[in-house]
C-alpha cells in the first residue's frame, strides 16, 4: 500500500537527531524521498544507515541553517539529486546552553540562538519557496516550541523570542503563500525525550521530576509523537490546514 507521501520529497533540518531523524524516518515510511540537512555529519550519516534499513532513498547535506550560501546550497543540492522539494521540514534549532535572567544574557549568546532559531527557518523558506512556487505547490512545517506560545521564568529569553518569531513567520508565510498552493505551519513540542534534553533535564533528577509535572499527562513527549503530526501536515489529509501552530505538548500551555 502506498504511503501518504509517496513519490514526494522532504527536506529535514536537524535530521541528525531526535525530532528530525524521527521525521525522516517516518516520512520514508510514507514513502517520501528525503534529504537529510544538520551540521553534525556523524549523526546524518546514522540516520542515513536507518533510512537504508528501511529501504527508503535518502541523501545528507551538511548545511548550517544560519548560513544563507550553506541554505541556498542545500536546496539546490536537494533539488539537483531528487528534482524538486514537495515538503520541507525546518526543525534545526538550539537552545541555551547557561541560562539566566534576561540582563545576564550576552550578546553573542542571543545572535547565537536567533540567527539559528529564527534567521535559519527564514532562510529555509526564503530558498524553498521558488521552488514550491515552480512546481504549483508544496507543503512547510516550522519547528516552534510551547514557548513560542507562552512565557516562562527559566532564563531563556533569547530560546523564547526566537520560537515566537517562528509563530509568526509561519502564520505570515501562510498568508503570503496560501493562494499559490504552499501551506505553511508549525509544530510546538513541549519537553520531549531528544538528547538534548537527556543530557540537560534528564541528569538532574530534581529538575526532571519538576519538567514532568509541568505536563498534566505526567510524561514527557517522545520525537516520534512530533514526527507523525509533521508527516500529518505535509500530506493531503492537511490540504486545508495553514498557518496553524500545532500544540503537541501533553496539555502543557492549556493549564
Given amino acids: 500500500m502506498a504511503g501518504s507521501l509517496e513519490s514526494k520529497v522532504a527536506l529535514v533540518t536537524g535530521g541528525s537527531s531526535g525530532i528530525g531523524r524521527a521525521s525522516a524516518l517516518a516520512f520514508i515510511r510514507e514513502g517520501a524521498k528525503v534529504v537529510v540537512a544538520d551540521v553534525d555529519l556523524a549523526g546524518g550519516e546514522e540516520t542515513l544507515r536507518q533510512i537504508k534499513t528501511m529501504g527508503g532513498e535518502a541523501i545528507f547535506v551538511r548545511a548550517d541553517v544560519s548560513s544563507a550560501t550553506d541554505v541556498q546550497a542545500m536546496v ?119 538528547p538534548l534534553v537527556e543530557q540537560g533535564i534528564l541528569s538532574d533528577p530534581e529538575q526532571e521530576e519538576q519538567v514532568t509535572k509541568r505536563h498534566p499527562m505526567g510524561r514527557l513527549g517522545k520525537p516520534e509523537e512530533i514526527a507523525e503530526s509533521v508527516v500529518w501536515l505535509c500530506s493531503d489529509a492537511a490540504s486545508f490546514v495553514t498557518g496553524h501552530t500545532m500544540t503537541i505538548d501533553g496539555g502543557y500551555v492549556a493549564q
Avoid at 524553498?128 to 512546481?135: G, T, Y
Avoid at 514557548?147 to 508565510?173: E, F, I
Avoid at 503563500?177 to 513541549?190: E, F, H, K, L, M
Wanted: net charge neutral; proline share 4%.
Fill in 76 to 194: 539546490k543540492h536537494a533539488v539537483e539529486t531528487f528534482g524538486r522539494v514537495d515538503c520541507a521540514f525546518n526543525n534545526a534549532g538550539i537552545s541555551v546552553p547557561v541560562r539566566g535572567p534576561m540582563h545576564e544574557i550576552s550578546e553573542e549568546m542571543w545572535d547565537r540562538v536567533v540567527n539559528i532559531n529564527m534567521k535559519g527557518v527564514w532562510l529555509c523558506m526564503k530558498y524553498e519557496m521558488p521552488h514550491m512556487l515552480l512546481a504549483g505547490g508544496g507543503s512547510i512545517v516550522n519547528t516552534a516550541s510551547i514557548m513560542g506560545l507562552v512565557g516562562s521564568p527559566t532564563g531563556n529569553m533569547a530560546y523564547n523570542a526566537s520560537k515566537h518569531a517562528v509563530v509568526g513567520m509561519t502564520k505570515t508565510a501562510a498568508i503570503e503563500y496560501a493562494q499559490s498552493g504552499i501551506r505553511v505551519n508549525a509544530v510546538c513540542p513541549g519537553y520531549i525525550l531528544t
